[in-house]
């Protein structure tokens, strides 16, 4: 075949200068030419969350490090700097959500369990605002499993489940349901769902004779999985999700590049899958219809394998399979119908190159096309011609990036006739990570230290940011082995669809068919699809670099008629307290960008004004954030653990058990000590002693209104910038709560404007009084009175609850009528948006100078230590330390890497500890 090689670059005209600004870093294209983006797809993101574990127990803390990378050059990207995670329940509702900073596409967080995380398995997803375009392939997914702390039995909300045959052939299913361990509250009606394969049906419960919410519900023959769900009367839910049917096997063929075509010698993919959808090791044969044997078949671990056949459109083919155990009992399933006429394209490697096979049954001498593309970048497009249906191609494997690479041919209308994935492997891209420890072996307790050395594939250093993760690997390193690290997320299941069982067991270098069963899951698993063209400005969401606010303003009495060049002032409270100006676009948006912050939530208010700057009470309208749709893969609910995952359950709950115990058996109680400073006196106030005492600080409204600026929203904003030192002015209640200001180093503080105590529910009106209306302010601390004035504002409250001692701030206005007769500001938006994730240090005992009565407390830590960023020096070395644990055995160290470039590096160290003599 005589192929000729288009640059693409040559080929696509009219690609905006965007799309190369934005993946600037693709520089390593074939023969040095410019990217050329066949699709916005390559313009995604990739996620990569590196989890500590994969099962937890209550008491425990989630730890993960955050990669985000271009989906095209698997470079850290320099997009997005904000990643949004989450921690998900198999009722669909959102535990726990948080920000993450992303620093040149790094980030680490945690997630703190709790009793109120009911056992069972939880989904984490991570994703950025700019792959809300993507659709879901872009959003990470990996699911845990949380088991209580304790070996004591938690009952389940849904008990006492039993399949029962009533007459033949027919099954009914009996449940019971206790809303209360969910919902203390809920009295009525429980609402239940079920769902059967798919198929979903509602009921509505009512107690029965023995105060039980149960169900006795028909299941239709042949039923494999069934969700039950109940939803209190509250919204609260809880699901649970059994297999009705463990015998049942899936087994699907795949035949290479699409389809069977008569004649043509192919490979076909095949997986065999059990009732949770994972993979089951089989064995048998392929047989035509007279039962004549044309090939054996056998698949790996994971029930994934391929054969070759040279098929014949006359003949029905079937594999016959054993897999129940029983050796007389046989299995038949159909190969697909081979076609009389197609096209085939097979792939393989042959050395240092990649072969590809092109035939055409019924053979012709057509032109024909191949398009090399892989994660949305077109490599090669090469056209040759077919002698007798057939033409071979080769392609240098040093010519292309590694990871998964599509080649699909086309026929002679340039029409697209068949498909096949093939995975590039290229070590010598990858970073060369050397790890060794100070000893072999160590005793409990005893210090390592690992050092670190990052270099390429030419031995030169790389400055690298590295993880380290040590864990107990009698417990661990078997889920270890297999579960996703930084190669088979970056390189593999980031470009392929759907679930990828124990990915990591494609990069255990020391199994000798690793490569062949690589290849069987490129036939098997379907292609991320990169070859559909999206218009720019179809890209509704933005990228998202910081924390933002961002929305539109529209017209005093229309929301709809939006405002051009409104003056727009932001301010944010907390730690980094800050404010900017702006003015609304043509379309009457704005978006402010904020400085880092971290926490939970922050209070940002914004202040309107016409262009002569005064305030106008126009209609604010936010941009509200944008959540994927939540999708829990059924089969997943189901736990099932194996004798390791137990081992480790174990071994968290006897921690947790000798931990209690150490507690319980010491007697050490930490006192704090306070500091009480003193504030200068100035003129009293004849009203505030007679009740409240004697002020120590007055702050007068006239120096007020001369520190009020253009941007100021009310009183609260000048005394924040303005008097740090007097009065502290927080968020409490929580995300959605109100301002509230107390005297700096005081106990409790409570309000009173114009000699009338503010009502505990109006003190969200205090922060926007206009400082024009304040005629001073007057700071009392331990005021008298202040049992009396606290029952005054919480009529509620229990005598016993009201503290002895207390502060008052009491505000004097124009209007002298209390907070309601204050006239309220113009073109106020007060509002809470979320900050980022506070970071965390993992524990890190110091065993540095032990004794005796050290040793009484246990130490069983099966996580040694976690470390989310370790970056190496310019000669690519670093150093890590820490303690072992009282556990002894194997010790298996992960260390992950990725450079500015894009390269990255996994590798294992394991040594061993013994008791201490």
Not at 214 to 240: D, F, H, W
Request: proline share 4%.
């Amino acid at each position: 075949m005589n192929n000729f090689y288009w640059p693409c670059s040559q080929r696509s005209k009219g690609i905006k200068l965007l799309l190369f600004l934005v993946l600037s870093l693709l520089a390593n294209n074939v023969q040095a030419q410019s990217p050329i983006i066949e699709s916005t797809n390559a313009l995604a993101e990739k996620v990569y969350l590196q989890l500590d574990s994969k099962i937890y127990t209550h008491d425990q803390t989630i730890w993960f490090k955050a990669i985000v990378v271009n989906a095209a050059s698997n470079q850290p990207t320099l997009l997005s700097g904000v990643l949004h995670t989450e921690i998900i329940g198999s009722d669909l509702q959102v535990k726990e959500e948080k920000l993450i900073k992303l620093q040149n596409g790094i980030g680490e967080g945690f997630f703190d369990l709790n009793r109120n995380y009911l056992p069972g398995r939880y989904l984490i997803r991570a994703y950025t605002q700019w792959d809300n375009n993507f659709g879901s392939d872009y959003i990470f997914k990996a699911y845990i499993d949380v088991f209580p702390s304790s070996k004591e039995a938690i009952a389940s909300p849904i008990n006492q489940i039993s399949l029962l045959e009533k007459s033949s052939g027919k099954f009914w299913l009996n449940a019971n349901f206790n809303p209360l361990q969910i919902d203390s509250l809920h009295q009525k009606k429980l609402s239940i769902s079920l769902n059967l394969d798919g198929k979903k049906d509602s009921l509505s419960l009512k107690k029965n004779k023995e105060g039980l919410y149960a169900i006795n519900y028909q299941i239709p023959e042949n039923s494999r999985l069934v969700t039950l769900k109940m939803e209190t009367e509250n919204g609260i839910q809880y699901s649970k999700t059994l297999a009705l049917d463990e015998e049942t096997l899936d087994f699907q063929f795949f035949p290479e590049s699409g389809e069977l075509v008569h004649g043509v010698t192919s490979r076909v993919g095949f997986k065999a899958l059990d009732y949770l959808g994972s993979g089951k090791q089989i064995q048998g044969k392929i047989i035509d219809g007279s039962g004549k044997q044309i090939t054996t078949l056998k698949s790996n671990d994971l029930g994934i394998g391929s054969f070759i056949i040279s098929a014949d459109s006359s003949h029905q083919y079937y594999t016959e399979i054993n897999f129940s155990g029983d050796s007389t009992v046989t299995y038949q399933y159909p190969l697909p119908t081979v076609q009389p006429k197609g096209y085939n394209l097979a792939v393989f490697k042959a050395g240092n190159d990649i072969r590809l096979i092109q035939s055409a049954i019924p053979a012709h001498n057509d032109s024909i096309f191949i398009k090399v593309t892989s994660r949305g970048i077109p490599y090669y497009w090469i056209k040759g011609r077919l002698k007798q249906g057939k033409a071979l191609t080769m392609l240098p494997t040093n010519s292309l990036p590694e990871g998964i690479i599509s080649f699909t041919l086309l026929d002679h209308h340039q029409q697209p006739v068949a498909e096949r994935l093939f995975f590039n492997e290229r070590l010598e891209n990858r970073l060369t990570i050397e790890a060794s420890s100070n000893q072999s072996l160590y005793t409990q307790r005893e210090k390592t230290n690992v050092n670190i050395q990052i270099k390429d594939s030419n031995g030169t250093p790389v400055e690298a940011n590295i993880s380290v993760l040590a864990i107990n690997g009698d417990l661990m390193g078997k889920t270890q082995e297999t579960r996703t690290n930084i190669l088979s997320s970056l390189l593999l299941s980031g470009d392929l669809k759907g679930h990828i069982e124990k990915p990591g067991y494609y990069f255990q270098y020391d199994r000798p068919n690793r490569y062949n069963d690589l290849d069987a899951l490129m036939i098997t698993q379907a292609w991320r699809n990169y070859h559909y063209h999206q218009k720019l400005d179809s890209l509704a969401y933005p990228a998202e670099p910081s924390l933002h606010v961002s929305g539109s303003v529209g017209g005093v009495f229309s929301s709809k008629k939006k405002k051009e060049d409104v003056a727009l002032t932001l301010m944010t409270f907390g730690e980094k307290a800050s404010f900017q100006t702006q003015s609304t676009d043509s379309l009457g948006r704005f978006s402010f960008y904020l400085v880092d912050a971290y926490g939970e939530k922050i209070d940002v208010l914004i202040q309107s004004a016409n262009k002569s700057g005064k305030k106008k009470n126009y209609t604010f309208s936010l941009d509200k954030k944008f959540t994927p749709e939540i999708k829990f893969d059924q089969k997943q609910k189901i736990e099932r653990l194996d004798s390791f995952s137990y081992a480790l359950v174990e071994k968290h709950q006897e921690k947790s058990a000798a931990e209690a115990a150490f507690k319980l058996s010491t007697d050490i109680m930490e006192l704090e000590t306070f500091t009480v400073e003193d504030y200068l006196l100035t003129p009293e106030r004849e009203k505030v002693m007679k009740r409240f005492g004697k002020p120590d600080r007055v702050i007068e409204g006239q120096d007020i209104q001369e520190k009020e600026e253009k941007w100021s929203y009310g009183l609260y904003s000048i005394l924040l910038f303005n008097y740090p030192e007097d009065v502290k002015i927080d968020r409490v209640n929580g995300p959605g709560g109100y301002l509230r200001a107390s005297v700096l180093s005081a106990e409790m503080t409570l309000v009173v404007i114009d000699g009338i105590p503010v009502m505990n529910y109006n003190y969200d009106l205090i922060p926007s009084i206009p400082p024009s209306e304040v005629k001073s302010v007057e700071l009392i601390k331990f005021a008298k009175n202040f049992t009396s004035l606290f029952m005054e504002v919480y009529p509620q409250a229990s005598p016993l609850e009201a503290p002895m001692t207390g502060s008052v701030i009491a505000i004097y206005t124009h209007a002298g009528k209390g907070i309601f007769g204050v006239q309220k500001p113009d073109g106020l938006l007060q509002a809470t948006v979320p900050v980022f994730s506070q970071t965390r240090e993992f524990y890190r005992p110091n065993y540095e100078n032990l004794s005796a009565q050290d040793w009484v407390k246990p130490d069983l830590r099966s996580v040694i230590h976690w470390q989310a960023q370790v970056k190496t020096d310019s000669t690519g070395q670093a150093k890590v330390n820490y303690y072992n644990a009282d556990t002894p055995g194997q010790i298996m160290v992960i260390i992950e890497a990725v450079a500015p470039d894009g390269k990255i590096g996994y590798q294992e160290l394991t040594y061993e500890v013994e008791e201490r003599k």
